[in-house]
């Protein structure tokens, strides 16, 4: 009978996991495993195990069955030893596409939401009662502005079409992007440097890798224009959060909207939750009920295509 196992989650139900595994006669267990130890332990022997955030080590993946494969509930892999599934021969996939349009959304509510000014507004009636708009800092159209965007996959494509309506300029800068859909969604392919000197906002969708940690570190945020938002739903470790901090509060940037960060829950005493002009959400741009079924649905046909031997939609590690 082959093993199927769930090392951690954070839906209500595993309703369509268990379906799908019982189709195919599998056994079917689940944990909420956040330990290494606790991940070896509970996998041992499974041919297919589902990941949220549990580590999944050189060891973990050592103790799978032969022809073995993971699949993360999510985009991003960082917790799962790639390199090692390349040489044990474990198949290792992800779940890009679950929840883009959402992510999107999201990404767009922090943008307009800092541009507007919305929170500042919000608190200023609280306390003070009133608060006329010409009293605060001066707020520029978008459509006056360039918009910048780090990497035009999915997510960023989406976010471009969702910008576009309100006429800023749209630079992208990515290295692996082709010319050609870059003109098809209305953006100008620039290099790194240009689009933090040119660009008013900057909104990030690139992937964790180590040439991308601190991608905005304290330099490179500091070479930005004066007034600059930055807005990151991507991952939490592609902005040095202390430097951005630091640089909000000097007044050199113009706001920040984060959804992630280096370290989560973020920590108590981070520079970010008191820094000027901030907006902070808890890691939710994923969040939608659509969105969630999707990732669920679909992380389940996934595991069947491997327990029936079928080709993965997205394996990452072939």
């Not at 600059?228 to 909207?257: C, E, F, Y």
Request: aromatic content about 6%; overall charge negative.
């Amino acid at each position: 009978m082959p093993r199927v196992v769930v090392t951690d989650y954070k839906f209500s139900s595993l309703h369509p996991e268990r379906t799908a595994a019982a189709s195919v006669k599998a056994d079917f267990s689940a944990h909420q495993v956040t330990a290494e130890s606790e991940a070896i332990e509970v996998t041992r022997g499974a041919d297919v195990i589902l990941v949220s955030q549990a580590p999944i080590t050189s060891t973990v993946l050592e103790g799978l069955n032969g022809g073995a494969t993971v699949i993360r509930y999510g985009i991003g892999v960082e917790t799962v030893d790639l390199d090692a599934a390349r040489n044990l021969g474990v198949r290792v996939c992800n779940i890009p596409d679950y929840g883009a349009e959402t992510v999107a959304d999201h990404t767009v509510t922090l943008v307009l939401s800092s541009l507007r000014r919305v929170s500042e507004f919000d608190n200023l009636i609280r306390s003070e009662g009133w608060i006329l708009p010409g009293q605060t800092d001066p707020i520029r159209s978008l459509a006056e502005m360039t918009y910048g965007l780090i990497g035009i996959g999915q997510i960023g494509q989406l976010v471009a079409e969702r910008i576009r309506p309100f006429g800023p300029r749209i630079l992208a800068h990515d290295p692996f992007a082709d010319p050609k859909t870059a003109a098809e969604i209305g953006t100008d392919l620039v290099e790194f440097p240009e689009l933090l000197s040119a660009a008013d906002v900057i909104s990030l969708h690139a992937p964790l890798t180590p040439s991308t940690h601190h991608l905005l570190d304290y330099a490179a945020l500091s070479s930005t224009k004066p007034g600059t938002i930055v807005v990151n739903t991507a991952r939490g470790a592609l902005v040095d959060t202390r430097a951005a901090a630091k640089l909000a509060d000097s007044g050199h940037l113009g706001g920040l909207a984060f959804d992630v960060y280096e370290k989560e829950p973020l920590e108590p005493d981070h520079p970010l939750r008191t820094a000027r002009r901030t907006i902070l959400t808890p890691h939710a741009a994923f969040y939608s009920e659509r969105s969630v079924r999707n990732l669920q649905r679909l992380a389940a046909e996934e595991m069947l295509r491997s327990l029936r031997g079928d080709p993965l939609r997205c394996e990452l590690t072939a």
